[in-house]
């Protein structure tokens, strides 16, 4: 893998109360980033972002560019002993409170220069939970290798929903050491 310039940005954290001050940002970057392959399943892309951010402690941060928005990653805890990586694994770690980052995403313009990795540690830095968990899709190997440089071991595979990708299901120990 190519090493990737680092861009600085400014990381701004938000929670469930500031959904929707930020929900259209959410949607424009989604927009930008799938623009070239929009498949059915990302058009349901605005009952996600509703759905995670309806969660009492969900989790956000934003990167910007100046003004401008440039990617996002957001998450929630996991119900304790729902969490859905536990179908993959014959013993659970004793530590297993759980956080589920849902979406990690960086417009276009600004891929490949280390920002995705700087909104996923800015998010996972000071969580409380001991694992986070995440679904890649295996179609797009190079984002599972950047994730496993990360920290994420696969697991498993699951399709929550008929008619989304059989993802690669990715865990890793928390905490995050970040410089965020």
Known sequence: MEPLVTTTIDLRRYGHDDLTTIRQ??????ADAYAADMSEF???????????????????VIGYDG????????????????????E????????????????????????KTGIAEQLHNAL??????????????P????????????????????QPFPDSPNFAVMLRPLPIEAAA
Request: hydrophobic share 40%; aromatic share 14%; glycine share 6%.
């Open 139 to 158: 179609d797009h190997p190079k984002v599972q290798q950047l994730y496993e440089t990360w920290g994420y071991r696969r697991v498993g595979n699951r």
């Open 42 to 60: 990302d058009e349901r892309f605005p009952w996600f972002v509703d759905h995670w951010g309806n969660h009492p402690k969900y989790a956000c």
């Open 88 to 111: 993959h694994l014959a013993t659970a770690p004793q530590r297993d409170v759980t956080f589920s980052l849902s979406e990690l995403m960086v417009r276009p313009a600004w891929r």
């Open 124 to 137: 996972l830095a000071d969580r409380p939970e001991n694992l986070a968990v995440l679904l890649v899709d």
């Open 67 to 86: 003004n401008e928005p440039v990617g996002f990653a957001y998450g929630a805890p996991a119900t304790p002993g729902r969490e859905w990586w536990r």
């Open 25 to 30: 940002t959410l949607l424009d970057i989604h």
